[in-house]
């Protein structure tokens, strides 16, 4: 019998998970996919940004909402290192609240706006606040929806560039997966000193690799209830554990809390919140000074045997495959597929239905119930 993440794919959708499964395990398949598109983008994508990162006086914004911001979040330093312009992650939610901080209006911006269906009204606000206050702003967006507003709106313009990502990529599920790690892989590559697309095209083999090992211990290990889970990351997987924290938020409806955080700011307070019921998943990182320090915040945990139970995953894991030592920011999808398999697994043992948790509409796939207010009205 076929079998999709440990279940039969009609047991998925039975429970109404199958979409979510289906757009966890395919993520292998869309990096593939995405390296062939961004072969044929490459020339549009590199003329439309010219020699801007070069330039130190140019402003690069990563910016989303939720899981797209937290796509921003994981890259920026990795962006920023590399190139003399100025690189960094700001969520459309405090662009719109506290554009004064971020924006300026002598300085040449580009906004890079990740937006799996270009509908939320933040991201479209966040486009108009740039047209507003800085002129000559340009925009990239990194989308998954050719018919949202995002990609709509600046099809005809000369400061826009949409780059799309595969079609199957726009999740039919609530949770953002694959279009998730197909629109941080492909910032990285158009965005990097070179395009790495036989990096993406390795990860695609890899993952598929993780998939097939990782299945069976995830399953099991979802099966075990938990009431709250720890996420912990150095550098960018920081913001990987945010994504990760996230996912399991999302997908179980708020019944499993989860946190994220450092390893060495876990101990600055968050660590009270340890308890018998609690799950700490650690990524650890290719850089052997972040690793020590996760070294030492687990055998602590272990030796005090607070947490119910403390996990790793990576490169020489606990959950893990040998995978080369590439920067944090490339290995995260390959992480993310820990994290998205067990919280469908703590969805389904919670009986709720993975594709859509919410069934009383409380949170929505695409944001509800937001009201845009112009910046020159206050």
Known sequence: MTTLLQRAPQDWRDIGGLDTAEEIAHQPAMWRELAAGLAAEQARVAAFLGGCLRDPRQRVILTGAGSSAYAGDIIADELNAAWPAQVRAVATTS??????????????????????????????AAVSLLRDLVPGARFLNITCNPEG????????????????????????????????????????????REPQLARIEQLAALGEEALRAWAAPLATLGAQPVSRVVYLGSGPLEALAREAALKILELTGGRVLAVANSPLGFRHGPKAMLNEETLVVLFRSTKPLARQYEHDLLQELQREKVAGRC?????????????????????????????????????????LRPDNPFTGGTVNRVVQGVTIYRHDDF
């Open 149 to 192: 507003q995002l990609a709509q709106q600046g099809a005809n313009d000369a400061a826009v560039c949409n780059l799309l990502m595969p079609a199957a990529s726009c999740d039919r599920g609530f949770a953002m997966t694959s279009s998730f790690t197909c629109m941080l892989l492909a910032a990285l590559s158009v965005l990097g």
């Open 311 to 351: 996990l790793t995953v990576g490169c020489g894991a606990h959950i893990g495959i040998d995978a080369p030592a590439w920067p944090d920011a490339w290995l995260a999808p390959l992480w993310l597929l820990m994290a998205q398999q067990y919280a469908l697994h703590q969805s389904a043992l919670l009986q």
């Open 95 to 124: 662009l719109l609240t506290h554009p004064e901080l971020y924006l300026e209006a002598d300085a040449p911006t580009l906004l890079v706006s990740f937006a799996r269906s270009g509908n939320s009204p933040e991201s479209t």
